[in-house]
């Protein structure tokens, strides 16, 4: 990769005067400089692979201790999950905020307030998990009981959860923050490395050493500390990057953290809501169909979960390249970037969907062990996959707005497609039988979609951008 100055043209537009004098990362300046075609490509490649690790990351865990331990050691670490999604959404929510603010203030030349969002970022996170770690340790044994631990788990689920809460800290590498300055391979790798150091911790703490559930737990939180490592000196100790963090960025800063709230609660609320629609479709289809609908629920939602993992890569890969333009007031490159998006998003949907009507039989099979739940999981999947080419607009849409710091289209956007369009629609449709229930999804795709284009419309000018931008 060839570097840039901020004296160069960008495409699409003219730099603001101040950007002549501000000497960002050659990574960061690209984001403004470079073919938005050639860096949507490469972003979006390279976060659909740090999308696909974590997804590769948690079945890894959960394989190793099935195989080497047994079924309670297995429920045991389901039992105890929670504890890492709270961490998982105090990290989404402050990284995609920071991101977000990171990006534009680059873009805009105040390295500042780009070091002061990315220190805040940091405090919040780290906060919160002591906060969880010293709660979660001392209440213990009543919160494995509220999260469903039996006597047959509880031993296992102790000793899995109290290493868990240990490492609370080291749970996030930062890597949004990482790819908001445009270092989309780092970001790559904070995920990538962890992944391979669990892959070789797992079996010899496992097996080698023989500590059972316990190996698990520090295999996982080994991977955890190799990516929190990786970031610090990322952050901390790497020179020629755009800013750098100081002590005074890790104070809590007002302004700071109501743009990280604000921005980043969107992903927070979507995830959870996200949950309840799960929750509820199960519900429906144990009414509606029994234990077979609802294993064949499972299996199309885990065939759907890698399916649409393009659509989240090309969500965040498209983030940086919005922001950074926005904060630099280069309009044209903003909406290039989200219109190629929209193309890509629909594109890959549309051949994933084409892809799953014609081998839906031979992937449920590979999952499904039944005859009855294979046949179900197949007719289902056919459903499903007619709202895929859609499925990703309402929530790249959410996250154009959330690059741009506009963090009420999405929450209309995250929020409002599943309380006002997916449980309705399930819940008006469920009476009519399965074959309706499965329909209310790809029908729920392409409201949403429908009603994400209409405010991406309504809050936007002529050319695509919102009313309030430049």
């Known amino acids: 990769m060839t570097e840039t100055t901020n004296s160069q043209q960008p495409e699409g537009g003219s730099p603001r005067p101040a950007d002549s004098a501000v000497r960002a990362g050659a990574a960061a300046e690209a984001l403004g400089t470079r073919p938005v075609g050639r860096l949507l490509w490469g972003a979006t490649a390279q976060a659909t692979v740090a999308v696909a690790t974590y997804g590769l990351y948690a079945l890894t865990n959960a394989w190793f201790v099935a ?14 999950a929670p504890v890492l999604l709270i961490l998982g959404a105090v990290a989404t929510t402050v990284g995609t905020g920071g991101a ?104 010899l703490l496992i097996y080698g050493f023989g500590l059972g559930v316990r190996g698990a ?30 002590r005074a960025d890790l104070r809590p800063h007002g302004p700071t953290l109501r743009q990280l709230v604000s921005v980043g609660s969107p992903s927070f609320l979507a995830g959870f809501g996200g949950t309840l629609v799960v929750a509820l479709a199960n519900n429906l289809l144990v009414a509606r169909g029994g234990a077979t609908a609802v294993g064949a629920y499972a299996i199309c939602a885990r065939i759907g ?20 333009n926005a904060g630099r007031g280069l309009a044209e490159r903003v909406r290039r970037t989200h219109t190629l998006a929209l193309r890509a998003s629909v ?13 839906a039989g031979p992937v449920t099979g590979a999952l499904a062990d ?7 999981a197949t007719d289902a999947l056919r459903i499903l996959a007619l709202g895929y080419p859609l499925a990703g607009v309402p929530m790249l849409i959410a996250a154009y707005f959330q690059a741009l710091g506009r963090a009420r289209p999405s929450y209309l956007i995250s929020i409002g497609s599943l309380v006002a369009i ?21 029908l729920a795709d392409g409201t949403a979609a429908a009603a994400a284009l209409l405010v991406l419309h309504r809050r936007a000018g002529p050319a695509g951008l919102p009313k309030t931008f430049g």
């Not at 979660?136 to 109290?162: M, N």
């Not at 979960?305 to 950074?324: D, K, N």
Request: aromatic letters at 10%.
């Open 217 to 246: 737990a520090l295999g996982t939180v080994g991977g955890q500390l190799v990516s929190l490592a990786l970031s610090l000196w990322f952050f901390f100790g790497k020179r020629d990057r755009p800013y750098r963090i100081t």
């Open 370 to 376: 039944e005859a009855d739940v294979h046949g179900t």
């Open 305 to 324: 979960t890698i399916a649409l993992m393009p659509h989240m890569g090309i969500s965040q890969g498209m983030q940086p390249l919005i922001g950074y």
């Open 100 to 203: 977000s603010l990171v990006s534009r203030s680059l873009g805009a030349g105040d390295t500042r307030q780009a070091a002061r969002a990315a220190g805040n970022a940091f405090f919040v996170y780290w906060a919160t998990a002591a906060v969880v770690a010293v709660a979660g340790t001392l209440a213990l044994d009543p919160l494995l009981t509220l999260l469903g631990a039996t006597a047959e788990t509880r031993d296992y689920a102790y000793d899995y959860g109290l290493i868990i809460l240990a490492g609370a800290v080291t749970a996030t590498g930062f890597s949004s923050l990482v790819r908001a300055e445009g270092s989309m391979r780092y970001s790559t790798l904070l995920w990538v490395a962890p992944l391979g150091c669990q892959i070789l911790l797992d079996p």
């Open 347 to 359: 594109v890959y949907g549309t051949a994933a969907c084409l892809l799953l009507l014609a081998a």
């Open 422 to 442: 997916r449980m309705p629609l399930l819940l008006v449709l469920s009476p009519f039988g399965t074959t309706w229930l499965w329909l209310a999804f790809p």
């Open 67 to 80: 195989r080497g331990v047994g079924a309670d050691a297995f429920a045991a670490v389901n039992i105890v």
